[in-house]
DNA sequence: TTTGCCATTAGCCAAAAGTCGAATCATGGC
DNA sequence: GCCATGATTCGACTTTTGGCTAATGGCAAA
């Protein structure tokens, strides 16, 4: 139990090249720190429940068994002591604006170099909110379908989030209940309980609600 | 039976403001243009299998019964000869190029000025493919993916499209029965349909591969 | 006219989805 | 230690889905 002052970060990324990039510029920026890694959506939750008091968490937006802000809004309303900075590919602006609105503290493009990245990891480390150059934010107001689909997320257990992911793929309940080494009865009650949360009668409500989070164009009005 | 030389247009969008002025171009482009309206997709697919000798349609991607790319595509594969131009408030380069790739003759956002249009609408009446200024078109590619699910969609008949689209909404056979005004077995019979002609299991995949039509981020590989 | 295709419906059946109530288990507070 | 709370689990029951067969009428092309 000899608990050390080192900090915690938890790099999740299904890309293994990417995870040990990041790793260097974390141990490039702070001495002895402790990085945990997570390349699925099961392990992300397994190390975030295991460690709720790590210091910072880097989050790909696409890993297997997540796709768009789903995780991210999951993961920031559960655990708002857990500062986090997406790392993805797209880098468009309308993506990098609804990740800070989703509560990102910063945003790294896969493009960016080492410097720069590390950069951007000492600014939040600072509690600055890190952006790419170029890029402000102007309005900060996330749609609002967006926020109630983002509030009902965070309302799920980590059981639910896992089953409603699933859904989101297309799974029957079977074949959920398989992967997940329960039983069919568990994972209906499980879906019930989501259908509740998310106040939608039935599956493909509810998997439209979270595709609302996948990253899509926002919609202009006329 | 005197059916005269007169050019047939259709205009499909739920805004009757825009329709009007649409309207007000063409009849500044054409003389004696005949023009009919559409605001919704029951009402588009009524117009549209009524007058399968049209000239041009103005389609919305966005309209109560559809949304994204769906109609586009199930119209361009169905009705090869009717050429279409896109109007939508979504300018991105992204939904232009996907747009063409659709089979749009063309592409005017929203934001235009008459002049603007009515240059677009001689344009296209005259073979052209037209496009916003400063936009090009690079890769001609569409996501096989998306390839796939346009080229299911072609093969659907217009009733199964119609269901195809609410069963998107997440409403029960029942639901879509009565708005119909048909039995919940019509229903089941087109959803079995559906479901064989898109090559998928259940319902929410059906659903799943929709969504994939509507507006949405290109996913950059890292 | 004959031949398809489409739309419609019924009926039957198996599978999947969804609801309810209840047991178990862990965890944190008193 | 004991209790309350909530997560997880599950079986029984009802409703919805989906597959299959079969029959009807309309409509358009060969």
Redesign the interface.
Known sequence: MTQDEQSTFIVADD?PL?REALTHAIGNCVNGARILEADSLATLQDVVEANPGADLLFLDL?MPGVSGFSALAYIRNKHESLPTVVVS??D?GS?IRRAIQHGASGFIP?SSSIRTIESAIRAVLEGEVWLPEGVDLEDGALDSEEARTAAALSSLTPHQFRVLMM????L?NKQIAFQLGVSEATIKAHVTAILRKMQ??????A??AV?GL????P????
Do not use: I, P, Y
């Not at 859904?167 to 297309?170: I, K, P, R």
């Not at 919609?219 to 006329?222: F, K, S």
């Open positions: 890309h990417f696409h590919a797209m468009e993506v896969k859904l989101s793929e297309g029957l939608v009668t039935n599956r493909t409500q998997v439209l595709q996948t990253a899509k164009k919609e202009l009005e006329d």
